[in-house]
């Protein structure tokens, strides 16, 4: 069996050359394409192909977890940096979690090989090898492809033939020049900003939008205060132009709130000693004195890892050293501060544990959907995933729902390091639909007034950040929506909107190719989605902070594992419509049981009023939003 493994386009033209000059046919391979983009464009060619379904399996997802968790246990252990200030769990907790992302994709590409491998031991092996090796950033980019280096050590080490579809067998990496920097001039600037706030009462947030409703509220009930952006990527033309801007707007009356960007740099150079220090302890951790620390089904990956931590991680990593110093100098300007942030990794992982450093008050406010764990694989997902979120150094933790204090209270128990102070807010920053009509939302989104309109919407995660169990491949989401839309086409009176999760790379087109033809779901990716929830009568999803979302309006939610894998909240299986258990969360781990539990959903849906919808498990009873306002008044 000639097996050809590719991951783009590119590659498969290659192939297309290759099975030219070699004068072999297409059927004498067994294509397996690795993206859903390759995936679309073969189907449209009519092109016969594998995805990697038949060679990623449950099993498979539960592997990767227990193996990546060694690596962070010795991260843990033998990651020992402490910078100037005092700082220490925000580098390990930040070098761990890239390490994860880039173990995640090296280990899913081994386990595919061997599962190919088991099925056929005698097997041919074909993949395009890519020389130039890793590239500048944290994260996997496009231009990362280690499918073909490690297929051809696995072919190597199990005595299988191997050749390589790359015609330009010695390409080189490519490498970005370095941005010069007007420091001085950035310098001044930021503490002319800072000289002229020193005096006010002053919240630091994260650039972005997702805390601008929580920021809102509070300005109305104390004008005084003004919020600061932590930035730092930002040009400076751009970041002057912005706070100028900004504060014509205020002074106009166009926005109610004072909101300034401040770049978190070049106050301090950090000591070269310290610099030293903390490149110790990474090379510490990636050239271990145990020979076997770095191998998966026995392949050894160190090389990979080394390079991409050398080339990807360590400018990253020394950047936070000056940040941390940065930083302290930003918060010492000010007499009245607190930092509020929805994440806790990078820049805003250093201001989280510099605001205990220093006493300052800081308060986490979480987007994400945080449920108990499940089993002992989502639990080591968890803790690692939310180091960087609800189980942060920040002072203070907001709650705003009892699903997410029931995970902050699991893990307070187990682990003595959790330590956040609680503040029962409600949702602060989560979709509030009871002031949208229901009516003009259908009309935006081009459906009929009297249409069952069901959401699908899911999180997924691209090769860059690949997360497992409790997240769907990208293949399994759409075998699982190919499943919701043939339901779907025997419903009568009923819509389905597929909403895209944001930074999804497939254009609509790529991905109606990979779904069953149908009339009777829209693809949605643009706009609020305030609107999409406010359309809705029934909430699909494997897993994903709309769920949230969903139950906090009193929207019924079906959680669908065709996987049968994974339960985003621990509920019984959908049986029958008589149970008691599932509404307003059903959860179906078949895909026979589907249609079934759809229409007992939408029956059940019909037949309650909104208001009697119970999501009590789910959502607090009580108004804590006033507990908010108090933390935001003590604290400045």
Same mark, same amino acid.
């Given at each position: 069996?000639?097996?050809?493994?590719?991951?783009?386009?590119?590659?498969?033209?290659?192939?297309?050359?290759?099975?030219?000059?070699?004068?072999?046919?297409? +059927?004498?391979?067994?294509?397996?394409?690795?993206?859903?983009?390759?995936?679309?464009?073969?189907?449209?060619?009519?092109?016969?192909?594998?995805?990697?379904?038949?060679?990623?399996?449950?099993?498979?997802?539960?592997?990767? /977890?227990?193996?990546?968790?060694?690596?962070?246990?010795? #991260?843990?252990?033998?990651?020992?940096?402490?910078?100037?200030?005092?700082?220490?769990? $925000?580098?390990?907790?930040?070098?761990?979690?890239?390490?994860? /992302?880039?173990?995640?994709? /090296?280990?899913?590409?081994?386990?595919?090989?061997?599962?190919?491998?088991?099925? +056929?031991?005698?097997?041919?092996?074909?993949?395009?090898?890519?020389?130039?090796?890793?590239?500048?950033?944290?994260?996997?980019?496009?231009?990362?492809?280690?499918?073909?280096?490690?297929?051809?050590?696995?072919?190597?080490?199990?005595?299988?033939?191997?050749?390589?579809?790359?015609?330009?067998?010695?390409?080189?990496? #490519?490498?970005?020049?370095?941005?010069?920097?007007?420091?001085?001039?950035?310098?001044?600037?930021?503490?002319?900003?800072?000289?002229?706030?020193?005096?006010?009462?002053?919240? %630091?947030?994260?650039?972005?939008? +997702?805390?601008?409703?929580?920021?809102?509220?509070?300005?109305?009930?104390?004008?005084?205060?003004?919020?600061?952006?932590? !930035?730092?990527?930002?040009?400076?033309?751009?970041?002057?132009?912005?706070? #100028?801007?900004?504060?014509?707007?205020?002074?106009?009356?166009?926005?109610?709130?004072?909101?300034?960007?401040?770049?978190?740099?070049?106050?301090?150079?950090?000591?070269?000693? &310290?610099?030293?220090?903390?490149?110790?302890?990474?090379?510490?951790?990636?050239?271990?004195?145990?020979?076997?620390?770095?191998?998966?089904?026995?392949?050894?990956?160190?090389?990979?890892?080394?390079?991409?931590?050398?080339?990807?991680?360590?400018?990253?990593?020394?950047?936070?050293?000056?940040?941390?110093?940065?930083?302290?100098?930003?918060?010492?300007?000010?007499?009245?501060?607190?930092?509020?942030?929805?994440?806790?990794?990078?820049?805003?992982?250093?201001?989280?544990?510099?605001?205990?450093?220093?006493?300052?008050?800081?308060?986490?406010?979480?987007?994400?959907?945080? @449920?108990?764990?499940?089993?002992?694989?989502?639990?080591?997902?968890?803790? +690692?995933? $939310?180091?960087?979120?609800?189980?942060?150094?920040?002072?203070?933790?907001?709650?705003?729902?009892?699903?997410? &204090?029931?995970?902050?209270?699991?893990?307070?128990?187990?682990?003595?390091?959790?330590?956040?102070?609680?503040?029962?807010?409600?949702?602060?920053?989560?979709?509030?639909?009871?002031?949208?009509?229901?009516?003009?939302?259908?009309?935006?989104?081009?459906?009929?007034?009297? &249409?069952?309109?069901?959401?699908?919407?899911?999180?997924?995660?691209?090769?860059?950040?690949?997360?497992?169990?409790?997240?769907?491949?990208?293949?399994?989401?759409?075998?699982?929506?190919?499943?919701? #839309?043939?339901?779907?086409?025997?419903?009568?009176?009923?819509?389905?909107?597929?909403?895209?999760?944001?930074?999804?790379?497939?254009?609509?087109?790529?991905?109606?190719?990979?779904? @069953?033809?149908? !009339?009777?779901?829209?693809?949605?990716?643009?706009? @609020?989605? /305030?609107?999409?929830?406010?359309?809705?009568?029934?909430?699909?999803?494997?897993?994903?902070?709309?769920?949230?979302?969903?139950?906090?309006?009193?929207?019924?939610?079906?959680?669908?594992?065709?996987?049968?894998?994974?339960?985003?909240?621990?509920?019984?299986?959908?049986?029958?419509?008589?149970?008691?258990?599932? %509404?307003?969360? $059903?959860?179906?781990?078949?895909?026979?049981?589907?249609?079934?539990?759809?229409?007992?959903?939408?029956?059940?849906?019909?037949?309650?009023?909104?208001?009697?919808?119970?999501?009590?498990?789910? $959502?607090?009873?009580?108004?804590?939003?006033?507990?908010?306002?108090?933390?935001?008044?003590?604290?400045?």
């Amino acid at each position: 069996m000639k097996v050809v493994i590719i991951e783009f386009i590119d590659e498969f033209e290659a192939f297309l050359r290759f099975i030219q000059q070699e004068n072999y046919k297409l +059927n004498d391979f067994v294509i397996i394409a690795l993206e859903p983009r390759l995936q679309s464009y073969l189907k449209n060619k009519g092109i016969n192909f594998s995805n990697t379904l038949p060679y990623f399996n449950n099993e498979s997802h539960k592997k990767i /977890i227990v193996e990546t968790e060694k690596i962070m246990q010795f #991260i843990h252990s033998n990651f020992k940096f402490i910078d100037n200030n005092g700082l220490k769990d $925000c580098y390990e907790i930040e070098f761990a979690h890239y390490i994860r /992302i880039f173990l995640n994709h /090296i280990f899913k590409m081994l386990e595919i090989l061997e599962n190919i491998y088991r099925e +056929n031991n005698n097997c041919e092996i074909f993949a395009h090898v890519d020389n130039r090796g890793a590239y500048g950033g944290c994260m996997i980019t496009n231009s990362e492809r280690y499918i073909g280096v490690l297929a051809e050590v696995f072919a190597k080490k199990n005595n299988l033939k191997f050749t390589n579809l790359n015609e330009n067998r010695l390409s080189a990496g #490519i490498k970005k020049p370095a941005r010069k920097k007007n420091r001085i001039i950035e310098r001044l600037v930021v503490k002319f900003i800072a000289f002229f706030l020193h005096k006010k009462k002053v919240i %630091f947030v994260p650039i972005g939008e +997702n805390l601008f409703k929580s920021i809102a509220g509070i300005a109305k009930r104390d004008s005084k205060i003004v919020f600061i952006g932590i !930035d730092y990527s930002n040009e400076l033309l751009k970041l002057i132009a912005f706070n #100028i801007l900004s504060f014509l707007k205020t002074t106009l009356g166009i926005i109610r709130f004072r909101y300034y960007l401040l770049k978190a740099h070049n106050f301090y150079e950090p000591a070269k000693e &310290e610099l030293l220090s903390l490149m110790g302890a990474i090379d510490a951790v990636i050239y271990p004195q145990e020979e076997h620390m770095f191998e998966y089904n026995g392949i050894n990956y160190g090389k990979y890892l080394s390079e991409k931590v050398n080339i990807g991680f360590r400018t990253h990593m020394l950047q936070m050293v000056s940040q941390s110093h940065n930083l302290k100098y930003l918060f010492g300007r000010f007499n009245k501060r607190i930092i509020i942030s929805f994440y806790a990794l990078g820049i805003m992982g250093i201001a989280g544990e510099l605001s205990r450093r220093m006493g300052i008050k800081s308060l986490f406010v979480s987007h994400g959907a945080h @449920p108990v764990p499940v089993d002992q694989y989502h639990e080591m997902e968890l803790i +690692n995933l $939310c180091r960087g979120f609800m189980l942060s150094d920040y002072t203070h933790v907001a709650l705003s729902t009892p699903v997410q &204090e029931e995970h902050l209270h699991y893990f307070k128990k187990k682990y003595l390091w959790v330590n956040n102070t609680e503040v029962r807010t409600g949702p602060l920053i989560f979709a509030d639909i009871s002031r949208t009509d229901r009516s003009s939302a259908k009309r935006r989104l081009g459906l009929e007034p009297d &249409e069952i309109v069901l959401t699908h919407a899911t999180t997924t995660k691209a090769r860059h950040g690949e997360r497992y169990y409790f997240l769907e491949t990208f293949d399994e989401l759409f075998y699982s929506l190919s499943d919701i #839309i043939e339901s779907v086409e025997k419903l009568e009176g009923v819509r389905l909107i597929v909403r895209i999760h944001p930074g999804f790379y497939l254009s609509d087109e790529e991905i109606r190719t990979l779904l @069953p033809p149908s !009339d009777k779901y829209i693809i949605n990716r643009t706009g @609020p989605f /305030i609107d999409v929830l406010a359309a809705t009568d029934i909430l699909i999803s494997y897993s994903s902070t709309t769920i949230d979302e969903a139950l906090l309006n009193k929207i019924p939610v079906l959680l669908y594992d065709r996987w049968n894998r994974y339960s985003h909240f621990k509920t019984a299986s959908y049986d029958n419509p008589k149970s008691p258990d599932i %509404f307003p969360v $059903c959860y179906v781990d078949k895909r026979e049981k589907l249609y079934a539990a759809l229409d007992c959903m939408i029956e059940k849906t019909r037949e309650t009023q909104k208001d009697d919808i119970d999501v009590s498990k789910y $959502c607090y009873n009580e108004d804590y939003s006033e507990n908010f306002y108090k933390f935001i008044e003590e604290s400045v």
